[in-house]
Nanobody, 119 residues
Framework: QVQLVESGGDLVQPGGSLRLSCAAS????????MGWYRQAPGKERELVANSANNYRPNYADSVKGRFTISRDNANNTVFLQMNNLKPEDTAVYYC?????????????WGQGTQVTVSS
């Protein structure tokens, strides 16, 4: 069973920084992509950033220039460096992984980590 374990969520003041981490384990198939989504209260889950093999990272317009996604493929880990955080970045952040099972891509989610930006 694939597990995604996130860490790094916290309470931070506006303008501050946080670094989220997500480690995947238990996967029998290679990872095609890893990324981050977020869900604020009363809103739908939305893509924050995604990194797929052999593709450039993809970012939501609202985080471009402030957030950076990176991967450690040897350790099946993805990071999200978040700088210049704003109150509107407050949300539960979910790690996502797509595994290449040959005939299909299978989708997995972490439990989520809370990021709160407030003074």
């Amino acid at each position: 069973q694939v597990q995604l374990v996130e860490s790094g969520g916290d309470l931070v003041q506006p303008g501050g920084s946080l670094r989220l981490s997500c480690a995947a384990s238990g996967n029998r198939f290679p990872i095609f992509s890893m990324g981050w989504y977020r869900q604020a209260p009363g809103k739908e889950r939305e893509l924050v950033a995604n990194s797929a093999n052999n593709y450039r990272p993809n970012y939501a317009d609202s985080v471009k220039g402030r957030f950076t996604i990176s991967r450690d493929n040897a350790n099946n880990t993805v990071f999200l460096q978040m700088n210049n955080l704003k109150p509107e970045d407050t949300a539960v952040y979910y790690c996502n992984a797509l595994l290449d099972e040959g005939r299909r891509l299978s989708n997995y989610w972490g439990q989520g980590t809370q990021v709160t930006v407030s003074s």
